[in-house]
């Protein structure tokens, strides 16, 4: 297990977990706003109207399954609160500028539904629970991953962007259910050559890795010793031989890799502190004083190795095995994704009416 750092934890996005950090990051208030009131919608029918023989069918699914009206309109109504598309004019000006009508924007919501409504009873099917020691472990990593170290600034962020704590529970509780069931559903392979070259060039292309290595120790003093002798030869030093002291000196907080190994900065995303602090780093090159991790204790850091992607890579020759490795995860893990999307847009088609959208919607754009 990699230390968290500075707020970052060393994962990719091959980790569920790690994938909803990266939303978190990217799209905190559209994604997960929406994603919850989703959940609320789809799961727990939230919807005002509790008499569904008066509630208009949007939709209907095999299983005889009803998606109403209401609970696509109150979801898109959402949805132009939190992107301030409440005003007719501008919601019509952003539809016309994605090329989407009213209508089709019904229908990507009715789909939106109609694919929590699958995951909910395949998961039921495959006897798939997620429990709350899960969906707990899964925020954790998101309050860490933002840096968020008390329970009252993390309900402020969630407040800020209109989200409650039981609806973003529901939500994590859902990705992680939804993970599970494509894990059963879909099969992954393990991506060529090419796919995992593609991947690095398209991703990093023109940018250097650097492979980090570290040693940690709750010492300080056995920490100075090790410091001074690796400073003492950092004219020769090169990545055996700091992982020799490794061996010596480390408790292996930082990270359990015998080499001490944190694996290549690109793993951490531009935002970590310390991918940051190797960005500037030589291949060899031992950093220039004690390095504070997140949690406080201290570390000593050494770059093992870089290696300058290129934008157009024709053979895996000159790419070193950790980070061809790494990239061949990742590109099996972009194709899986693909594949499970594709998977789920078909479990859709195939069980799903959809009824024509009724006139005088709140959102229609020829209202």
């Given amino acids: 297990m990699v230390k968290q750092v500075c707020g970052t934890r060393g994962c990719n996005d091959t980790n569920m977990s790690c994938s909803v950090i990266a939303m978190v990051k990217k799209a905190f208030c559209c994604l997960l706003a929406i994603g919850s009131i989703c959940v609320c919608l789809s799961m727990t029918g939230c919807s005002q109207s509790s008499n569904t023989e008066t509630r208009a069918i949007a939709a209907t699914l095999t299983d005889g399954t009803n998606i109403y009206e209401d609970d696509v309109s109150d979801y898109i109504d959402t949805y132009r609160q939190h992107n301030q598309l409440e005003d007719d004019d501008t919601w019509n000006q952003a539809l016309e500028q994605s090329n989407y009508s009213s209508d089709v924007f019904r229908t990507m919501t009715i789909y939106e539904l109609a694919a929590k409504s699958i995951i909910a009873d395949e998961a039921a099917n495959d006897g798939i629970t997620i429990t709350d020691d899960q969906i707990n472990d899964a925020i954790t990593q998101q309050k860490q991953a933002l840096g968020v170290n008390d329970d009252d600034t993390w309900n402020q962020m969630l407040d800020t962007y209109g989200i409650d704590a039981g609806s973003f529970w529901d939500t994590i509780a859902y990705r992680l259910k939804e993970e599970a069931v494509y894990k059963d559903a879909v099969s992954q392979s393990s991506a060529s050559d090419d796919q995992a070259l593609s991947y690095l060039t398209s991703n990093y292309g023109g940018t250097t890795a ?6 940690s120790n709750t010492s300080t003093s056995t920490l100075s010793t090790a410091y001074d002798q690796l400073e003492a030869q950092s004219s020769t030093l090169d990545s055996a031989g700091f992982s020799s002291y490794v061996q010596t000196y480390s408790d292996k907080a930082c990270t359990d890799n015998a080499d001490g190994s944190l694996g290549w900065d690109i793993q951490y995303g531009s935002s970590s502190d310390i991918a940051s602090v190797f960005t500037s780093m030589q291949a060899n090159e ?4 004690m390095y504070t991790f997140g949690d406080g204790e201290k570390g000593i850091l050494f770059c093992g190795q870089t290696f300058d992607i290129p934008t157009t890579l ?5 790419v070193p095995s950790t980070l061809l490795s790494y990239a061949r995860k990742q590109a099996s893990t972009v194709q899986w994704n693909k594949d499970c999307k594709a998977w789920l847009q078909q479990q859709i088609e195939d069980s799903i009416t959809i ?3 009724p006139d005088g919607l709140a959102y229609a754009t020829d209202k």
């Fill in 210 to 215: 650097h492979y980090m290595q570290c040693i």
């Fill in 286 to 289: 031992l950093y220039g004083d």
């Fill in 314 to 318: 024709s053979d895996t020759s000159s």
């Fill in 355 to 357: 009824n024509d959208m």
